[in-house]
């Protein structure tokens, strides 16, 4: 890897094309409606994710939107020009490889802090486009980073699975260094190498010029690991956040459970599926039970893409066991709709997948749930029988 990354051989997309025509035509101001909605359509993965995008809980003002031109009108131009970036960067992380998972997970997080970045710097004063590409892109050299160690892997099959914890420590060795790469090759300001170089915590201290971006993205990183630990984050536990402003934290608080959405938009229609002898990343070993209630209660829908049918087996108020016929990938972000009176829409991350019988067992943990879901969650369980 270090041999790699010396002669310059690891590889770095380049800018999206679509992307900057967008940004060279906004920033024209000579532009119509129409010639937005015919450049995004030259691009039928770009189109398809803004569709997404659109009625995401983040964007959605109403009906849904089914055609590009209701998308564009209900994003605006501003957003088409950053979700497109978001879109095409996307395809790194959706190429099959042995360490799938990983990339799936770090692409998930750059996401987040995007939409994270762009609702706090809107509130701070600061410009939400580079609000949103910092976030977005201040780590995305994990994923080039993974990208490299994916090329060493089908190289040297004779490498075996590690545990996730040791590609990780591989990945932090070099990933500043690949971001960095990143922003020279797209000749995006200093802004973007400052960010790159101090967004961690002990760097908030920094007085330089991207300062107020710098507390920014470190401040939505933050807040990013506390949603991956927690089911659900309020107003008082974004209080635990450095920084945050009364408003700040209201206003997050109410945006957090529609992120998940967002980041679905961006995961395709047909997931990829290395087998478990291709993968390279061990799988950990069953932890979700521990302290689970056995239930049984059918899933009525699995989203982003229909899968199914499964049946819940088991409920915690941070997540649910449930088993069916078709495996779903590891780090995988689904939208699960549960057959209880009401029903229950949570998105989770699946965190375990395993043969059982003549079908699979799926173990899920809670993502970014709203108040209302986790409430429903912590009801279900209480109601579901004590072993």
């Not at 950053?82 to 692409?107: D, F, N, Y």
């Amino acid at each position: 890897m270090a041999a790699m990354v010396a002669r310059d051989a690891v590889a770095v997309p380049p800018y999206p094309a679509v992307a900057l025509q967008l940004g060279q035509l906004v920033r024209s101001e000579g532009y119509g409606f129409q010639d937005i909605v015919r450049l995004v359509g030259v691009d039928p993965t770009l189109a398809t994710d803004l569709l997404r995008c659109a009625n995401s809980g983040v964007y959605s003002r109403g009906g849904e939107v089914t055609t590009l031109q209701q998308a564009v009108s209900r994003l605006g131009a501003q957003e088409v020009v950053r979700l497109a970036v978001a879109s095409a960067l996307a395809e790194t992380t959706r190429a099959p490889g042995p360490l799938q998972t990983m990339k799936r997970s770090a692409w998930q997080r750059s996401v987040a802090s995007a939409m994270l970045c762009q609702e706090l710097g809107g509130l701070r004063g600061l410009s939400r486009e580079n609000a949103f590409l910092c976030g977005l892109l201040h780590d995305f050299g994990h994923v080039l980073a993974i990208t490299a160690m994916e090329e060493i892997l089908v190289a040297m099959p004779e490498i075996g699975a590690r545990p996730v914890a040791s590609w990780e420590a591989l990945v932090e060795r070099i990933h500043l260094h690949l971001g960095g790469l990143l922003v020279t090759r797209w000749k995006l300001p200093e802004l973007f190498h400052d960010v790159m170089a101090r967004h961690h915590d002990d760097e908030r201290s920094w007085q330089g010029p991207s300062a107020a971006y710098v507390t920014l993205v470190a401040t939505c990183d933050e807040i990013v690991r506390r949603m991956l630990e927690r089911e659900h984050l309020d107003e008082g536990a974004l209080g635990a956040v450095r920084g945050l402003e009364p408003r700040e934290r209201a206003r997050l608080a109410e945006i957090i459970p529609d992120i998940p959405a967002v980041i679905a938009s961006f995961e395709g229609d047909t997931p990829v599926r290395p087998s478990p002898s291709a993968s390279k990343v061990s799988a950990p070993a069953a932890t979700l039970p521990d302290g689970f209630r056995p239930i049984e209660l059918p899933v009525q829908q699995v989203k982003p893409r229909k899968r199914g049918p499964y049946m819940l087996c088991g409920v915690a108020p941070s997540g649910w066991v449930m088993t069916g016929k078709e495996a779903i990938e590891a780090n995988s972000l689904i939208e699960v709709i549960i057959a209880s009176e009401p029903p229950i829409s949570a998105w989770s991350h699946v965190t375990l997948c395993t043969p059982e019988g003549a079908g699979v067992r799926v173990e899920c943990k809670v993502f970014a749930a709203s108040a209302t879901t986790s409430t429903r969650l912590h009801e279900l369980y209480r109601a579901a029988r004590i072993p």
